[in-house]
């Protein structure tokens, strides 16, 4: 299964962007997946994640109540619409994907994605 993120770009601050992660899994919108980003000289870092048979929604608190994370079962894509945009959401997104469903405690850890796609740059100008 390959990962393709998109929908990166150039916005303003307090402006919005809406990425999607899409995979050549015709189920790949019921799986667990997670957004991360890395700015540069900065560590990858969890931004929000979807776990299969989950209602709940994981964000890091940097975002919350600004991103949400969404499955679009028509478009087979998990979406992360980014509101209110800082400066220093500036980075590059990644989604990934794990098979088995992580436990909660495992999903701000990076290490716990087993497929990673190549991500898209957001940049949030001043």
């Known amino acids: 299964v390959q990962l393709q993120a998109s929908g990166g770009g150039l916005v303003q601050a307090g402006g919005s962007l809406r990425l999607s992660c899409a995979a050549s899994s015709h189920t790949f919108s019921l799986v667990n997946v997670a957004w991360f980003r890395q700015a540069p000289g900065k560590e990858r870092e969890f931004v929000a994640a979807?776990?299969?048979?989950?209602?709940?929604?994981y964000y890091d608190d940097s975002v919350k109540g600004r991103f949400t994370i969404s499955r679009d079962m028509a478009k087979n894509t998990v979406d992360l619409q980014m509101n209110s945009l800082k400066p220093e959401d500036t980075a590059i997104y990644y989604c990934?994907?794990?098979?088995?469903?992580?436990?909660?405690?495992?999903?701000?850890?990076?290490?716990?994605?087993?497929?990673w796609g190549r991500g898209t740059q957001v940049t949030v100008s001043s």
């Open positions: 979807v776990r299969r048979g989950d209602t709940s929604r």
């Open positions: 990934a994907r794990k098979e088995n469903r992580p436990i909660s405690s495992a999903i701000r850890h990076a290490g716990t994605w087993t497929t």
